[in-house]
């Protein structure tokens, strides 16, 4: 069975420095992992994914994830927080049920950003 | 492309009153799903769908029916709503070959309220 830890509910930085949004998986084979941001009321946008092809990716406004096989991490970083990344952070790990896949979401991180 | 649409955006309801909440994507994918979103705990899995005629339930199934006549449109039936289905929910679908790297593309959300 597949499942995904986000292991802070909140992280607060202040504009300008790094972000670290850490997340643990537990998977029975070789993962899928996807970064998801969700704004304020809206819906969930695709940050990066982790496809087996380079443990270190890269995604839209300067977020990068990190695939540790032996540490079964997929953290999230960005150099440089900016104010309009405040929002909240989905870690989610591809899983297999009944033959299909179905998408494992961890419980969030919400990221503030501070002026 | 409109993506994933959702109707309606909000939604009051009573307790044992039902509604149908609609989902359509124009992107031709075979995989649809509905979640809810409930504060720290991510998104749950419903329902969801590999195609016209087939659907299968999800984590969290009860009382919640749909049904998948088309390629386009998946809704999700309350049949007899109760306050502990106040959430938010969201439609995803996605293709898939390749299913287990495949981006879900997610709609913007119905906050649905049970009074």
């Known amino acids: 069975a597949q499942s995904v830890t986000q292991l802070d509910s909140h992280v607060s930085v202040s504009e300008g420095t790094p972000v670290l949004l850490r997340c643990n998986y537990s998977?029975?084979?070789?993962?899928?992992l996807f970064w998801y941001v969700q704004h304020p009321n809206k819906g969930l946008q695709l940050l990066l994914k982790y496809t087996s092809a380079a443990t270190l990716v890269k995604g839209i406004n300067g977020f990068e994830a990190e695939f540790k096989k032996s540490e079964t991490s997929f953290h999230l970083t960005k150099p440089s927080a900016h104010m309009s990344d405040a929002a909240e952070y989905f870690c989610v790990v591809s899983g297999l049920s009944g033959g299909y896949n179905k998408l494992i979401f961890g419980a969030g991180t919400r990221l503030a950003v501070h002026p | 492309n409109a993506g994933v649409t959702q109707t309606p955006k909000f939604q009051v309801l009573k307790t044992g009153q039902s509604m149908t909440l609609q989902c359509a994507q124009d992107m031709n994918h075979e995989y649809m799903s509905w979640y809810r979103q409930d504060p720290g705990m991510g998104l749950r899995l419903i329902h969801y769908s590999v195609g016209a005629g087939i659907t299968d339930q999800g984590e969290v199934p009860n009382g919640y029916n749909v049904s998948r006549s088309t390629t386009e449109d998946f809704p999700l039936r309350l049949l007899s709503a109760a306050p502990s289905q106040t959430s938010v929910y969201f439609c995803?679908?996605?293709?898939?070959?390749?299913?287990?790297?495949?981006?879900?593309?997610f709609g913007p959300g119905t906050r649905l309220t049970v009074l």
């Open positions: 998977s029975s084979y070789s993962p899928s």
């Open positions: 995803a679908s996605k293709y898939v070959s390749g299913a287990q790297y495949n981006e879900q593309f």
